[in-house]
């Protein structure tokens, strides 16, 4: 339990420790060893933990119980927090989209996008979207430029032969830029996330994306995919020993129930999850979680339990 914000109060050591369920001794040696003990302490006086001391160390005991080493706990921590202190790159850093004559620049949108895609021009297509990473991060790069882009496209397959063509070049350059971002962001080491398409369901890219969003998150995650068969997936999760398994589904047809109950169970235990909006209409079983979107499954596995 943390401490009443409103309070703010701070604790001696004695009473940390409880909250924390561990020995003053062992809230000693993290001080000592890892640097964890009180930010504002005063040599010649008690150590006091603040609330966003005590809100450090229940986020270091939490992967501390997962499995992670101290060290690698501390680290993965202080880490967070110094990219939420960090300012976001601007878009001005980035190749620019230029706003008329005006020369200010303007974030990339989803119709930017498409057209570069119609004209099948991967390279733009790629500029575009590393663009965008840069300057709103995977989740909102997803959401509100690759999302309607994609939609857009899709709405037209029917009346246009070249919407088809836009849309794999589009896809493509997607899945590589989001797979790109996801090998170059450092995850700590803890047990992986293990990502899923359903049997039946060749919908990648939104896997991919969702694998980028958990990385920038430092989350160590695996996809496996498309169309994952059940056999595949229970052996994938029996070899990596995940945190949770989600699988994903594009369209009701591949909405298998199987794939999030017939899963193998494993002795550390893992969640599982459906996401997508194949599985609108699915009752789904009270242990299985249902985020609807990629940022709502992103929140699920990072939140504290």
Known sequence: MSLDPSTQAPLPAAAVARRLGI????LRTWDRRYGLGPTSHEPGHHRRYTAADLARLESIQALVRQG???????AHVEARATRRQRPRPRAAAQPAERNGSTGTSRRVTGRQLREAALRLD????TTLLNGSLADLGVIATW???????LVWLGE???VSDGCI?????LSECAAAVFTSAARRSPTAPTRPVLLLSAPGDEHILPLHALAAALAERRVRNCVVGPSTPLGVAAEAIRRLNPTAVLVWSQVPETADLAAVTAQPKIRAGHRTGAVGPGWAHVRLPARVDSPQSIS???????SPA
């Open 296 to 302: 709502a499954a992103v929140e699920l596995l990072t």
């Open 68 to 74: 992670v080493t101290v060290a690698d706990a501390a």
């Open 165 to 169: 063509a836009a849309e794999h070049v």
């Open 143 to 149: 959401d509100t430029v690759v999302r309607p882009a």
């Open 23 to 26: 020995a003053p001794a062992t």
């Open 156 to 158: 037209r397959w029917q």
């Open 122 to 125: 991967s390279d733009r297509v």
